[in-house]
């Protein structure tokens, strides 16, 4: 079969024929009907080297954004319909300690020893004609479109737990939330904070493209540059931002949140950049919170699936044959996509 693979370090991941893969127990064989290309990525083929954790080393295959249908059923597996279709939850963790217990394998403790990070990150992924992934990663899509799905694995997980952590922020009457950066988390966080809070959404971006984009799904916005910081008190009347969630996490877009987080508020950084920002007891809002999140649980997926099966999500994606797949992340990298590039290797 094809697939797009991460060959070396600070080189461009390669398109090529591999051994079809053979679930082993407890896993499954999925055919792959999409599979979303990621900053993630780039960052792993461009910036990470040979001194990052072992468990991300060369050669794999990429993507941590699946979904597709089952295929094949490895030993042991029951309770799956061939042929039905999931998404696929990345993290893989050791299984065994108390954040993967509770289903966060994200947060595993162990993650510095186990053999790989997730699925597409040190783990043969999803960006091929077939996957296999253990059995218990797999969630249902129902009659719902699997290759538009695709990118809720991590495009839709990660705002919906970030949403989730600041949830008391704006539990309430006449809350607001900003969003800063409007990709594509940033676009899906829009319409989560718009599902689940009856806050006031106020987004933030330096393109006017995504901005439209962001004002199309309800949020008032608020162009980068001067003024910009002042302009969002202006819409709090004054009070601050209840909840911010940075999808960016430079050190301007940090300080941003921190600077118009109001008093009680939740700031909550989710893009990696890593930005940096001083802290001081003077010039913080009293009783505000600043965390940093990482994707999300296999209980949130099934949630994020729910809100995709009753429309509530709708991730923007430009699809791409597998032969068109370096096109795609080319275009990722240079910031030419509009939507999520999903990879559609059975056309």
């Known amino acids: 079969m094809r697939a797009v693979v991460f060959e070396q370090f600070q080189q461009f991941p390669v398109l090529k024929e591999v051994e079809r893969p053979v679930p082993a127990a407890g896993e499954v064989l999925l055919r792959v009907a999409g599979a979303g290309a990621c900053h993630s990525d780039v960052s792993v083929y461009r910036e990470f080297t040979a001194e990052h954790p072992g468990n991300i080393q060369p050669s794999f295959v990429l993507g941590h954004e699946t979904a597709g249908w089952v295929e094949e059923l490895g030993p042991g597996v029951t309770g799956v319909e061939p042929g039905s279709a999931h998404l696929v939850y990345g993290p893989t963790g050791c299984g065994r300690c108390r954040q993967c217990v509770q289903g966060r394998e994200n947060y595993c403790e ?25 059995a218990r990663n797999l969630v249902p ?3 719902a479109d699997p290759v538009a799905a695709a990118p ?4 839709a997980l990660t705002p919906y737990h970030a949403v989730r952590l600041a949830e008391s922020s704006l539990s ?7 969003v800063i950066g409007l990709g594509g988390l940033g676009q899906i ?6 599902a689940l809070t009856g806050a006031a959404i106020i987004a933030t971006d330096l393109k006017p493209e995504a901005m439209e984009q962001a004002e199309a799904r309800g949020a008032v916005t608020v162009p980068g540059g001067e003024g910009q910081a002042e302009r969002i008190r202006e819409l709090t009347g004054g009070h601050g931002v209840d909840a911010v969630f940075d999808f960016v996490g430079a050190a301007p877009t940090v300080e941003l ?6 008093i009680g508020g939740t700031v909550v950084i989710v893009g990696i950049a890593g930005g940096t920002v001083e802290w001081n007891f003077y010039t913080a809002a009293y009783e505000s919170a600043l965390m940093s999140t990482y994707w999300g649980s296999i209980a949130d997926l099934h949630e994020v699936a729910a809100m995709y099966r009753a429309g509530q999500i ?3 994606v430009e699809t791409f044959t597998l032969d068109e797949a370096p096109e795609a992340y080319r275009r ?3 910031g030419e996509l509009s939507a999520r590039a999903v990879v559609v290797p059975h056309g």
């Open 257 to 262: 949140a921190r600077s118009v987080a109001g």
């Open 110 to 134: 162990n993650a510095a020893t186990n053999p790989a990070l997730a699925i597409g990150l040190g783990r043969d992924g999803g960006m091929a004609e077939y996957v296999c992934v253990p």
């Open 141 to 143: 899509l129902g009659e």
């Open 332 to 334: 990722l990298e240079a």
């Open 152 to 155: 809720l694995a991590d495009a």
């Open 172 to 178: 309430g009457g006449g809350k607001t939330a900003l």
């Open 314 to 316: 709708v991730p923007d």
């Open 189 to 194: 966080a829009v319409q989560i904070l718009t």
